[in-house]
């Protein structure tokens, strides 16, 4: 971490400040987030200033509170306080450490290793939670371990419904369905697109508009569930293709697509439903882990 300018260390109590003299060697900025308060807070505050430290933080503050919340007070564990850091909800924890996550910027986060450092339950709380805010804002996430060194924790693999993640097999399987959509699809709805029901004096034509969000479902929706051209385009040649198809001109002229307005409409729609589709930048997947996730901590009442 030698490069780094910015990093945020959060740690449960007051006290608890071993990591502090080695992030400030690097010679970058440092907020201290600290989880509780000991007997003598404004102590310890002073404590770290007087080691550098400029930018100190209790959880729960209005500078480390998530939006709109009330402030509060997170007690120590076993303290007799009736807002425990270990009974407060999880999912409030890790929102106030996002908080100043957001609010700061970090290049780094540290924190306490697995174990909470010296095994207490508001230690593993707090790694827990600050590893829960890190992996949802996307910011690296190191654990101080007792030997004074920093080790980078990477967040679990998420399972991907990306095109680009899938095996061979299954982008052949996947093609060829699409393929197989395409064709059903645009033999089907050429077929129908003139259908039309009288509504008082007015002609709707509902197999034209079914056709048209037909189209956009199926070559639209391939590209939005797996954020690739490939299944899309694969889907689109054939429904294209199968419209050719059944409109070829016969001896008497093609009857399937008429020239007239609906078939001119037609014509044009799923031509321009593929181009806008194929034609637009690849969408981002949403981050999936989710902050309200509660895992159990040895020890405490919450398992």
């Known amino acids: 971490m030698n490069s780094v300018q910015r990093v945020l260390l959060v740690h449960a109590h007051s006290g608890d400040a071993d990591s502090v003299p080695a992030l400030l060697a690097d010679g970058g ?24 430290v400029t930018d100190h933080r209790y959880l729960g503050d209005e500078n480390a509170r998530w939006t709109d919340r009330p402030a509060r007070r ?60 890190t992996e949802v804002l996307r910011v690296p996430f190191y654990a101080a371990e007792p030997d004074g060194s920093f080790r980078r924790v990477r967040p679990p693999e998420r399972e991907s419904s990306s095109w680009r993640d899938q ?42 508009v079914l056709a048209v969000l037909s189209s956009i479902a199926l070559i ?25 198809f059944i409109a070829s001109p016969t001896a008497g002229g093609s009857v399937v697509i008429p020239n007239n307005v609906w078939g001119l409409i037609w014509t044009i729609a799923p031509v321009a439903v593929t181009t806008l589709t194929l034609a637009w930048p690849r969408l981002r997947p949403a981050v999936a882990t989710r902050i309200e996730a509660e895992p159990a901590v040895k020890g405490s009442s919450i398992q």
């Open 74 to 133: 997170y007690e120590e564990s076993g303290s007799g306080g009736a807002e425990t850091l270990l009974e407060a909800p999880f999912g409030e924890v890790t929102s106030d450490i996002a908080s100043v996550i957001s609010g700061l910027q970090p290049q780094v986060v540290v924190s306490v290793n697995e174990a909470g450092g010296d095994g207490h339950p508001d230690g593993i709380r707090v790694h827990q939670a600050t590893r829960r805010a």
């Open 220 to 244: 639209a929706g391939l590209r939005i569930t797996f954020d690739s051209r490939v299944l899309s385009a694969a889907a689109a040649a054939a429904f294209l293709g199968a419209m050719a």
């Open 167 to 208: 095996t061979l097999f299954t982008k052949i399987s996947g093609v060829l369905f699409s393929v197989l959509l395409g064709g059903i699809g645009g033999l089907l709805m050429t077929a129908i697109h003139q259908s039309s029901v009288l509504v008082g004096d007015v002609q709707v034509p509902w197999g034209l």
């Open 29 to 52: 900025e440092l907020t201290v987030l600290t989880g509780t308060r000991g007997a003598d807070p404004q102590a310890f505050t002073d404590r770290l200033r007087a080691l550098g």
